[in-house]
């Protein structure tokens, strides 16, 4: 009787450890499927993560092409827009500075490479210096630097100093007084001088004198500040949209 009851506890004891194995194997494959579940989730989370940031980075890029295509459009207009009112002042002097478009879009050019100006300032001191009819092609180069140089020095933009300066040099003994106002304090002596060259050697060497006298208090100060730091990244911003 006492063998028969081992028999039957031993049994017993047999199939539930068998029944914990096959429950403890369901609960390990029902955890793996459970665990690849949750990976198959994260990789799909990352792949929607992956495809949005892309999604950004390619909206991002998309939006930076944009926005540089219309600064080149908007560049691109106001040049051609510079180019026309340039050309229409040629025409209304009769071209008396003897120069063609293309040599003065080149001298403009030049000198927003050395400067932090662009073209397109540059091309209206051209048109307004021109506008006198008393800048002679030997002189205009020398007046334009003379302008930058002072727009600098006075805080100035190019169109203000360029409008006292063409003043000046069309009448270079009358509009000394005026010239004072803008820091150049010509001495009694150099507008004699200047008076007096006017007077025997005609407008151009007045012109002459004049700006060799402005171009002595300002210097060199459109390059110089177009050397600095601050400078280069200004000219950089001015060759983009040149």
């Known amino acids: 009787m006492a063998s028969n009851i081992a028999i039957q ?22 955890q793996k499927e459970s665990e690849e579940t949750r990976r198959s989730f994260v990789s799909v989370a990352a792949g929607f993560a992956a495809i949005t940031t892309a999604a950004g980075v390619v909206a991002k890029a ?7 295509g219309a ?20 025409r209304a002097t009769q071209n008396v500075i003897g120069m ?33 009819r008393k800048i002679s092609r030997e002189t205009l180069p020398e ?4 302008v930058l140089d002072m727009a600098v020095a006075i805080g100035d933009d190019a169109i203000g100093a360029v409008h006292d300066l063409a003043q000046a040099l069309a009448d270079p003994v009358g509009e000394i007084e005026s010239l004072k106002e803008k820091g ?13 060259v006017q007077e025997q050697n ?25 050397d600095t730091d601050t400078g280069k990244l200004e000219k950089i911003g001015s060759v983009w949209l040149s």
Do not use: C, H, P, W
């Open 9 to 30: 506890i031993s049994a017993n004891t047999q199939q539930a450890v068998a029944g914990i194995q096959s429950i403890k194997q369901k609960l390990d494959q029902l």
């Open 62 to 68: 998309i939006g930076v092409v944009a926005r540089a």
């Open 71 to 90: 600064e080149l459009v908007t560049a691109y207009s106001a040049q051609e827009l510079a180019e026309r009112k340039f050309q229409a002042t040629l």
């Open 100 to 132: 063609s478009t293309g040599e003065l879009l080149d001298l403009a050019d030049a000198f927003s490479k050395t400067t932090t100006y662009t073209d397109q300032e540059i091309i209206a001191v051209e048109q307004m210096l021109i506008a006198t």
């Open 143 to 146: 007046a334009i630097k003379t």
């Open 184 to 196: 150049i304090q010509l001495t009694e002596k150099q507008a004699e001088n200047i008076k007096k």
């Open 202 to 226: 005609g407008l151009y060497e007045a012109q002459q004198l004049l700006l060799a006298e402005v171009a002595g208090t300002y210097g060199d100060m459109a390059a110089a500040i177009a």
